[in-house]
């Protein structure tokens, strides 16, 4: 079984839609947990970043940690085609979004359609 | 722009060679890192350097090696290339490599083995 589990997708959704993204985990020293987001042709740049469980917001993003069921959300509100990529999520249990020791999911690829 | 610089883009080459990718960090970022990413493993770490030492080791082969300079840049050497070796190869910067820092990705080279 892999460290972390993430539906590849590709998921397709219009304009408008709340996008539900998801990673499963198996390890529970995991304590950061980071959501990255992937446009074609670029390097991963870090969207969000929450320690533990519980939910944090930014903008439309909120990521959600439950610690006790190994498993990880990010919710995109009122999606728009600029949110079109691949999301990946990682996590570390070392602090600081900055770890080296990040283990990533596969990442799901989103198409949001106008 | 993440501010991170690769070079090249795109690599072709034959099983058996070697090749040499280069990264300029952003500017001020002491610490670099390397990561591979395919479709079958994800994104996975490979090495990390902090003001020219080595820092931490990931899943890096021994056919792969890498340094960072003087003047902060770094390259990775990859050798007796395998069909297996293709992959989008990144490079990502930070600060100081510590806790609580953001990783910058740079827009990586894509290596086909042929």
């Known amino acids: 079984q892999k460290e972390v589990e993430q539906d590849p997708g590709p998921l397709s959704v219009p304009e408008g839609a709340i996008v539900s993204l998801n990673c499963t985990y198996s390890?529970?020293?995991?304590?950061?947990f980071m959501w990255y987001r992937q446009y074609s042709r670029k390097g991963p740049e870090l969207l969000m970043y929450?320690?533990?469980?519980g939910n944090k917001e930014d903008g439309r993003f909120t990521a959600q940690v439950d610690k006790s069921s190994k498993y990880i959300s990010l919710f995109i509100r009122d999606s728009q085609p600029s949110d079109s990529a691949t999301y990946l999520c990682?996590?570390?249990?070392?602090?600081?979004?900055?770890?080296?020791?990040?283990?990533f999911g596969k990442g799901t690829k989103l198409s949001v359609i106008p | 722009d993440s501010g991170v610089t690769q070079t090249p883009k795109h690599l072709i080459t034959a099983t058996g060679q070697r090749v040499t990718l280069r990264c300029s960090p952003r500017?001020?970022?002491?610490?670099v890192y390397w990561y591979q990413q395919s479709l079958d493993q994800g994104l996975q770490f490979l090495i990390q350097?902090?003001?020219?030492?080595?820092?931490a080791k990931g899943n890096i082969l021994e056919r792969f090696s890498a340094q960072q300079f003087p003047d902060l840049h770094s390259e990775l050497n990859l050798s007796s290339l395998e069909l297996g070796d293709s992959a989008l190869y990144f490079c990502?910067?930070?600060?100081?490599?510590?806790?609580?820092?953001?990783?910058?990705f740079g827009s990586g080279t894509q290596l086909s083995v042929l």
């Open positions: 990502a910067s930070s600060v100081t490599g510590g806790t609580n820092e953001k990783l910058f």
């Open positions: 390890n529970s020293a995991f304590q950061y």
């Open positions: 929450t320690y533990s469980s």
């Open positions: 990682a996590m570390s249990d070392g602090p600081g979004a900055g770890s080296y020791q990040l283990t």
């Open positions: 500017s001020g970022d002491l610490s």
């Open positions: 350097y902090y003001n020219g030492e080595e820092r």
